[in-house]
């Protein structure tokens, strides 16, 4: 899952679906987490998981804050046309 | 009998993430997202992680993913056309990309193909339940709470400033 995480955020264009994809990254290390939380009978991977969770949740608002804020300057999504500190 | 229940769910999480990538509509994106997000909170509770489960489907899928409609509704955005062309300028770096993910992909599969999986280790009945999760987090990690509890504070703050239009 975190391949095609990686996947989408390399071939969209749209600002969105990257944050999207993004989310999927974040969502397969969880699992990972978990999963080898539950073989070697640990806690320590659920409270590191539940703290990438909170993370997210920040990311994600600015993130979403960062792009309502550039859309309102230039109305599209699109991440080629996202120019204006090249030099 | 776990099995039965994990592999549904598994494949259902991996071709949910694809329709997320692949899909040409925000919206549909956003919808197959949510439905990956439960799915792998189902995952979660095969694992015996029931707390982390209530936790993804309560922020992940409940919160964070109706802020990621509001703001789909909110821009309007309409369906893409097709565009999964490398970027210009961009071929390198998806090409060594994809060739990185390749190679950890091979690496991995040499790896655990080669040792064997034990049984799982005998997790007490308590394992993944709030009380034992919620133990844990206010004996030996209180720091990393309290500094997420900040993080969460300046990202709020941060969010809102960015946010903000300028009628003042």
């Not at chain 2, 109706?66 to 309007?76: D, E, S, T």
């Not at chain 2, 071929?91 to 091979?106: E, T």
């Not at chain 2, 790896?111 to 280790?121: L, V």
């Not at chain 2, 009380?131 to 030996?140: A, H, I, S, W, Y």
Request: glycine share 6%; net charge negative.
């Amino acid at each position: 899952m975190f391949s095609i995480g990686v996947l989408g955020v390399l071939i969209r264009r749209n600002a969105i679906v990257v944050f999207m994809s993004i989310e999927i990254m974040l969502n397969a290390v969880n699992i990972s987490l978990i999963a080898f939380d539950r073989y070697m009978n640990q806690h320590d991977g659920q409270i590191f998981s539940f703290m990438v969770i909170a993370v997210a949740a920040a990311e994600v608002s600015v993130g979403l804050a960062i792009v309502i804020a550039v859309f309102r300057n230039k109305p599209t999504v699109n991440l080629d046309e996202f120019n204006l500190m090249k030099w | 009998m776990e099995l039965l229940i994990f592999y549904p769910l598994a494949i259902a999480c991996v071709v949910l993430s694809m329709l997320v990538v692949f899909n040409s509509s925000p919206i549909a994106s956003a919808m197959s997202l949510i439905g990956m997000m439960l799915c792998l909170a189902g995952v979660f509770v095969v694992l015996q992680a029931h707390f982390l489960a209530a936790l993804q489907v309560i922020i992940y899928a409940g919160a964070i993913m109706v802020l990621f409609m509001f703001v789909i509704m909110l821009l309007n955005l309409s369906d893409d056309d097709k565009q999964w062309v490398a970027r210009e300028r961009n071929l390198f770096l998806s090409v060594s990309a994809g060739a990185l993910i390749l190679g950890v992909l091979y690496k991995f599969i040499d790896i655990t193909s080669g040792t064997e999986f034990n049984s799982p280790a005998e997790v007490p009945d308590t394992f993944g339940t709030v009380r034992q999760v919620g133990t844990t987090l206010f004996t030996d990690f209180v720091l990393p709470f309290e500094v997420a509890s900040i993080l969460l504070l300046v990202a709020m703050i941060g969010a809102v400033v960015l946010a903000k239009s300028k009628v003042d």
